[in-house]
């Protein structure tokens, strides 16, 4: 194992190291050896567990919901827009 | 050849007045514009005066775009910046990214400490308020990162250079911004049990 992977593995065993890579975690964003380092720590600590999974709902609810169609005013403030534009030739 | 040569050649049509180019630009970044304007203003009304001003000004500038970004990172670069100036004028707030909300709740060996509890969330049709209105308590600088973030079409690397970021101190303030509002859910509907 590189020094590297070493330290990496000493820090996934303290919780508030965890903490700091979920985002990296979650995003998708993470190396082999460190996630298979982080699920490990899942395994044996409830705390972790309970606290990713509130932090995936964050996640998840930031990404939607998408809008569909916009709203009245939104349609208006496009259409004022595009109207000034047009009075500016 | 330009790296977005449709986007280029759309905006050339509308430095050419084509009209109906302008109304395709809409449709494709109008819906996108106002989400993100939603986040960044402090409400309905001053979300869409920032989408029409934001759109004027895409349409008044169309012949700076040079296709070397996408017309769609390139219109929230414009956003963004008529967003900062209207918050400058109320007064900017930041965070750093080297302020984790969750420091207090480890001890100095970097465990959880005993009061932590993090039961799941049941109540599913609060939750969506909820996370609403934790998301308006943050800093300004989180709420533009969560935006261009929350936009799958503004991919990472232009997200934080359209806020004058590096990668990494985009990434952290993203992770800051996540963890202030789980801190912020969990509360809320830890109050009203």
């Given amino acids: ?28 964003d993470m190396g082999f050896v460190s996630r298979t380092l982080l699920w490990g720590h899942l395994l044996m600590c409830k705390r972790c567990r309970g606290y990713l999974a509130q932090f995936r709902r964050i996640v998840e609810l930031d990404g939607g919901p998408r809008l569909d169609t916009l709203p009245p005013g939104a349609e208006q403030a496009l259409r004022s827009a595009l109207e000034a534009w047009r009075d500016q030739r | 050849m330009a790296a977005h040569q449709a986007d ?8 050419a007045r084509d009209d109906a180019a302008a109304a ?7 819906r996108d514009l106002y989400a993100c304007a939603r986040r960044l ?14 759109m004027l000004g895409i349409l008044q500038s169309a012949k700076r775009y040079d296709g070397r970004v996408s017309v769609r990172a390139w219109a929230f670069s414009i956003l963004r910046n008529k967003a900062v100036d209207a918050l400058r004028k109320r007064g900017r707030e930041r965070v750093t990214a080297e302020e984790d ?38 800093a300004d600088n989180q709420r533009e990162v969560l ?11 232009e997200a934080a250079d359209l806020l004058g970021l590096s990668r990494a101190n985009f990434r952290q303030i993203l992770h ?12 809320k509907l830890g109050e009203t049990e």
């Avoid at chain 2, 100095?108 to 998301?135: K, N, Q, S």
């Avoid at chain 2, 911004?177 to 509360?187: K, N, W």
Wanted: glycine share 8%.
């Fill in chain 2, 41 to 54: 203003a402090p409400g309905t009304q001053a979300a869409e005066d920032l989408l029409q001003e934001t």
């Fill in chain 2, 24 to 30: 395709d630009l809409m449709r494709q970044i109008g």
């Fill in chain 2, 101 to 138: 909300p969750e420091a207090h709740r480890f001890d100095d060996a970097g465990a959880w400490r005993e009061d932590a509890d993090f039961c799941p969330w049941d109540r599913e049709a609060e939750l969506r308020e909820v996370f609403e209105l934790c998301l308006k308590g943050l």
């Fill in chain 2, 147 to 157: 935006a261009l973030r929350a936009l799958n079409q503004v991919e990472g690397r």
């Fill in chain 2, 176 to 187: 800051r911004a996540r963890q202030a509002i789980r801190g912020c859910v969990d509360g």
């Fill in chain 2, 8 to 15: 280029l050649e759309l905006m050339h049509r509308v430095v």
């Fill in chain 1, 1 to 28: 194992m590189s020094v590297q992977n070493r330290g990496t593995l000493r820090l996934l065993l303290r919780c508030q190291s965890v903490n700091e890579v979920l985002s990296e975690y979650v995003d998708g």
